[in-house]
């Protein structure tokens, strides 16, 4: 007779080459409790000694090879087309990924009753009253926020146990990839380079870290839904550089203030944004990392 108490949880991680995927994969790869397979759209793992494969999510018949020979309890997508700039010009592209590869993940997740946990954005919301919670009414300004709010309708609509996380300007210790935009501003500062900061764009930037602990919540508890999973406090992402420049001793000076509009960028940005988290502290007793402490355990894990 087989111990029920035994049986480990079975996670796939999707983009567990990205940011957060990095992040992921540490945290559960940890656990002696969780069976892992990681997969992402390159030919080996970021991070080694790990069960991985390589996987295109737009190759429909690759995910389902992957997910029904796996046979998880839970997989976890990570991965997304998050170039804002580039998804204007790239729509077929962005489409292909962010809605037709999430709905081949929703489909055989459904297909074997795993629980989708997706990560979406606070792109989807315009930015003129924010922060918001999981009931405002999306209204997306550019196309990625429109593929990312497809890509959550797609969930809701296929069947399939999920949770959708939301959140926003995520950052944090990963060593592989390109920088995150703590990394970014240290290592361009340290060089004395100067930088052009926003400072009419508000969000709560958001520690992966404490996605990954949310992420954990939801499968302890079963949890069913959208949350928002965010930092602990809105400011404007000039005043989220100074803050970064004060803590790791860097030149201010070097900092510009500007406004978006002077970037001239193709995608218009949503400006008063961020996300309220009272659901997912109420719910999964979710707690954000202070910035501080954020920065902290950056510096000592990048050596920064």
């Known amino acids: 007779m087989i111990d029920g108490s035994m049986l480990k949880t079975r996670i796939l991680i999707i983009g567990s080459n990205g940011m957060l995927g990095q992040r992921l994969t540490n945290y559960f ?3 002696s ?7 992402s759209q390159e030919e080996n793992s970021f991070i080694e000694d790990v069960e991985y494969k390589p996987l295109d999510i737009t190759n429909k018949q690759r995910v389902k090879d992957i997910v029904l020979d796996f046979f998880p309890d839970f997989v976890i997508n ?19 990924v962010n809605v037709n590869g999430v709905e081949n993940i929703a489909l055989y997740s459904w297909t074997i009753d ?17 922060p918001y919670s999981e009931v405002d009414k999306p209204s997306p300004i550019n196309y990625y926020g429109r593929s990312k709010l497809a890509s959550e309708n797609s969930i809701r609509t296929s069947g399939v ?10 950052y944090g210790p990963a060593k592989f990839g ?35 602990f949310a992420i954990s919540k939801i499968i302890e508890y079963k949890k069913e839904g959208i949350y928002n999973i965010a930092g602990p406090e809105i400011l404007s992402r000039l005043e989220f550089t100074n803050r970064i420049a004060d ?9 510009k203030s500007i406004v978006t509009e002077e970037l001239k960028q193709p995608a218009p940005r949503p400006l008063k944004s961020g996300l309220i988290t009272l659901k997912a502290e109420t719910e999964l007793g979710y707690k954000p990392t202070s910035i501080t402490d954020s920065f902290a355990i950056i510096k000592k ?3 920064l």
């Not at 146990?161 to 995520?170: A, D, H, K, P």
């Open 29 to 31: 790869s940890a656990s």
């Open 33 to 39: 409790n969780v069976e892992l397979l990681c997969t």
């Open 78 to 96: 990570a991965a997304a087309f998050t170039n804002v700039d580039k998804s204007e010009s790239e729509r077929e592209l962005t489409w292909k």
């Open 114 to 130: 795993a629980h989708l946990i997706h990560i979406s954005t606070d792109y989807i919301f315009d930015g003129k009253n924010g």
């Open 161 to 170: 146990r999920f949770t959708i996380l939301r959140s926003n300007v995520l």
């Open 178 to 212: 390109r920088p995150d935009f703590v990394k970014w501003v240290v290592e361009s500062l340290s060089s004395h380079k100067e930088i052009r900061i926003v400072k009419d764009q508000y969000n709560n930037p958001t520690f992966i870290d404490d996605i990954c």
């Open 247 to 255: 803590y790791f001793m860097l030149d201010k000076s070097l900092i």
């Open 301 to 303: 894990y990048l050596n």
